[in-house]
């Protein structure tokens, strides 16, 4: 029993077939990457996994339950937590503020409480796991700092940490090196294998071939709302189909 699979989804918008039978079976404790040229399905892929789309057809399986038909916040529940392409952060709060927010919308307290910590017990439970995550991120140091004064780099290792907070099993990474220097490339892959190593299943969409090659398990290819490719880096970037779809280009 594979941990998470897609089995032959296909995702329909209109006429547009976005995802056209891709089936995918993710191991526990992997890094898989997810790539291919723009329009090619990939973010559709991560909304099905997540919950936030439903499959046309074709289905969902997480640890051998069909979670198909179940909304995200069921899946988030669950385990199954994505991050955005853009950063999602509160501008106008603190990291810690981020942290803390992220943490109760997962607990289901709702943001005036998560503010304003009515229930005591549950607060100081809730300041305990945001400075572990916080401190787990390597952004403990910042944590008194607006959001939106952070470096790129540090604002993406908080958008991980507010994931990080409500406890995935498997974490959906949605292009988090997108704009991202040389060093910041090889700070945030050091976080990401540092979250892998934690026992979380990561899936990462990404464009960075530096940071896919570096980091992933395997990969799978998409093309046209299609299963390209599957293989371990080496194979992908010898893989004449995928080398003429994407990497010729990328
Ligand atoms: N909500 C939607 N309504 C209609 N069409 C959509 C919708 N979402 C995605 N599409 C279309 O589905 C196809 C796949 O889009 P998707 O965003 O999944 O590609 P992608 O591989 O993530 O691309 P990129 O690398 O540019 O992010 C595209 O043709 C896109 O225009």
New binding site residues.
Partial sequence: MSFLTAKNIS?R??G?T??DQVSLDVEEGEIRGLI????????????VISGA?FPSAGSILFQGEDVTRQPWHKRAEEGIIRTF?ETTLFEEFTAWENVLVGCHMQAHTGLFRAIFGRDKAREREAERKVQEVMEFMGVADRKDEMASDLPLGFQRALGMAIALASGPRVLLLD?PFAGMNPEETNTMMDLVRKVRDSGITVIL?E?DMKAIMGLCDRISV?NF?QLLAEGAPEEIRNNKDVIEAYLGAA
């Fill in positions: 995702k918008f209109g547009l976005a995802l291919g040229p723009n329009g090619a399905g990939k973010s559709t892929m991560f909304k789309y392409q292009e969409v464009h998409l709302g």
